[in-house]
């Protein structure tokens, strides 16, 4: 059986409240200095078209139905015919997203700097908590759980008997470190680069990749069926209108 335990209240103030205001003020810091080490991109001229193109092919398709027939055939032409569409991008002039990537100095740079400052303040701030707060219980969660939450509220306690609510000092680290989001972007603005679970997903993006981009959107605009929904809109309009008085 679960036993319970009478938190010190020295916890309370020596672990629980100094470690989340270390947390907080590490994350501020942490997004003033990934700030300054952001550098502004001068945008690529060929890519910033590729993106406008796309962009007018979804308006085209949004669209379709409120032009004539005639005018819809010849935009899809002139975007998605096979010699000089706007939307064919040619097997030989294809580039891999990933190579253009790494081709690119300043954007592996600036991915190597968005990496260290994630990176290395996370490492400082593991080793200081474990060092220093390892083996603490730090708090108690005001509900019941699971036997499944004792691996994650309770890394660093190998005591069976303890309540699974109870909450060691490196689990709060963890709950602090993923679950300060929303207080970041009270602080600092919903623009803010603190979010380490959107760090690290972006870690894997390879950015834009136009061939895909283009051709999704080609086979998009070779495939709809255009139906013009002006012919008889206004006998549509009267129906409802009747119905609306009625």
């Given at each position: 059986m679960a036993e319970d335990l009478v938190l010190d209240t020295a916890i309370r103030d020596w672990v629980l409240i100094p470690l989340s205001v270390v947390m907080v003020l590490i994350g501020v810091l942490r997004y003033f200095v990934s700030k300054l080490m952001r550098s502004s991109p001068t945008p690529d001229a060929k890519i910033v078209k590729?993106?406008?193109?796309v962009i007018r092919a979804r308006n085209l398709k949004a669209g379709a139905n409120f032009i004539p027939p005639k005018s819809f055939r010849a935009r899809r032409f002139y975007f998605s015919n096979e010699e000089n569409g706007l939307l064919h991008v040619p097997k030989d002039q294809a580039q891999n997203p990933q190579a253009?990537?790494?081709s690119d100095p300043n954007m592996a740079m600036d991915m190597m700097k968005k990496n260290l400052s994630m990176i290395i303040p996370q490492t400082l701030t593991f080793a200081w908590v474990n060092f220093f707060f390892s083996g603490f219980v730090a708090a108690?969660?005001?509900?019941?759980?699971?036997q499944r939450f004792r691996s994650m509220l309770q890394n660093g306690i190998d005591l069976s008997?303890?309540?699974?609510?109870?909450?060691s000092s490196r689990s709060w680290y963890f709950l602090n470190l993923f679950g300060l989001r929303g207080l970041f972007s009270l602080i600092l603005?919903?623009?803010n680069a603190i979010d380490d679970t959107q760090?690290?997903?972006?870690?894997?993006?390879?950015g834009f990749d136009a061939s895909k981009s283009l051709g999704?959107?080609?086979?998009?605009?070779?495939?709809?069926?255009?139906?013009?929904?002006?012919?008889?809109?206004e006998h549509r309009a009267e129906s409802v209108l009747r119905k609306l008085v009625q």
């Open positions: 590729e993106g406008q193109v253009q990537m790494f108690k969660i005001p509900f019941p759980l699971t008997t303890v309540d699974v609510s109870y909450v603005g919903d623009e760090r690290m997903m972006q870690m894997g993006g390879f999704a959107e080609k086979d998009g605009l070779d495939i709809i069926q255009h139906e013009w929904a002006l012919p008889g809109f």
